[in-house]
């Protein structure tokens, strides 16, 4: 059984890289896209994963496929596609590690996987199943993916959602507040980052948003707090739980880390979302931060994932 798998994008970071000898800008190639980037977390802290979406029949398809399979990532859910390109999302950095985005996604193939073509044996054969935001962007992976919820409630999967807000992939706001929000009723986990607080609830305030989402659907939320750490809350109550201290060299992927290491957590705990107490949401959050503190260290998402050895000596274990 698969601890958790997870459909979305799959796409390439190209990230910069300085300038070359010409004075003129360098981008290195990272596998990247928020779902598989959970999933290579959660491998590297031992827990079997599998990725459902699609990548172009092409050099990057290609690269993405090899890059989940050297990572021990179930791909029989990866479809290659040779009508469509795979998606590029080229990552500017600033000084202090944040990103800006520019995306060759017009179509991308990652939009264009259907209900028809999901592994929902695999799905079915998952104790939790991950999706985010932007396979609701455009149809038909906007359908696939309602499809996919369905297919993962029928076979008794936890739910777990991240909307990893990305303005420019979008029509509008209102079109992604709509769509954004139209699946948190189905959810039983939950992470955002403090900035898609307003957009999620309508509260800018992370307490006050967690609780809105509480009341909506999800038994257990998470709220990134940065290098402040997180905010969870459950039915119980809700904790802040500190983040480790490190020297961010490239913030991306630091979400989606953290929420492999969440996820892990909560699959080594044996517990229903509805059981999860404050507490030990504070701990799957601990974990989270620690392996979010060792990502942001190193360039790119998924090569920098770190090994379970070291997230256990960073949390002291």
Not at 231 to 241: F, K, L, N, P, T
Request: aromatic share 6%.
């Amino acid at each position: 059984m698969f601890s958790v798998s997870a459909l979305g994008e799959l796409l390439i970071d190209f990230t910069d890289a300085g300038t070359s000898e010409g004075g003129q800008q360098l981008f290195e190639r990272n596998a990247g896209g928020a779902p598989a980037n959970v999933l290579v977390a959660l491998q590297k802290l031992g827990h079997r994963t599998a990725f459902l979406g699609k990548v172009g029949d092409d050099m990057h398809g290609a690269f993405l496929r090899a890059t989940l399979e050297a990572n021990g990532i179930d791909t029989t859910g990866l479809i290659s596609d040779p009508d469509a390109f795979t998606t590029l999302a080229f990552v500017a950095l600033s000084a202090n590690g944040e990103r800006e985005f520019s995306f060759a996604r017009k179509p991308g193939a990652d939009t264009r996987i259907t209900a028809d073509e999901l592994a929902r044996d695999v799905i079915g054969d998952s104790r939790v199943f991950h999706v985010g935001s932007l396979s609701l962007t455009d149809e038909p992976a906007r359908s696939a993916t309602l499809a996919a919820l369905d297919a993962a409630r029928e076979a008794g999967c936890v739910l777990s959602y991240d909307p990893n807000y990305r303005a420019n992939l979008w029509p509008s706001v209102d079109a992604a507040v709509a769509q954004m929000r139209s699946v948190v009723g189905r959810m039983d986990l939950m992470k955002l980052s403090d900035e898609e607080c307003e957009l999620l609830t309508g509260e800018k305030d992370p307490r006050a948003a967690a609780d809105a989402l509480l009341g909506a659907g999800p038994k257990v939320v998470a709220v990134t707090l940065g290098a402040g750490g997180a905010y969870v809350a459950c039915a119980d109550g809700g904790r802040e739980v500190a983040g480790f201290p490190a020297e961010a060299v490239d913030a991306t992927g630091a979400g989606d880390s953290f929420w492999g290491g969440f996820l892990a957590g909560f699959c080594e705990s044996g517990l229903a979302p509805a059981d999860v107490t404050a507490d030990d949401a504070a701990g799957f959050a601990r974990l989270g931060n620690a392996v979010a503190s060792l990502c942001v260290r190193r360039r790119g998402a998924i090569p920098a994932m770190p090994e379970r050895e070291q997230v256990m000596e960073l949390l002291g274990a």
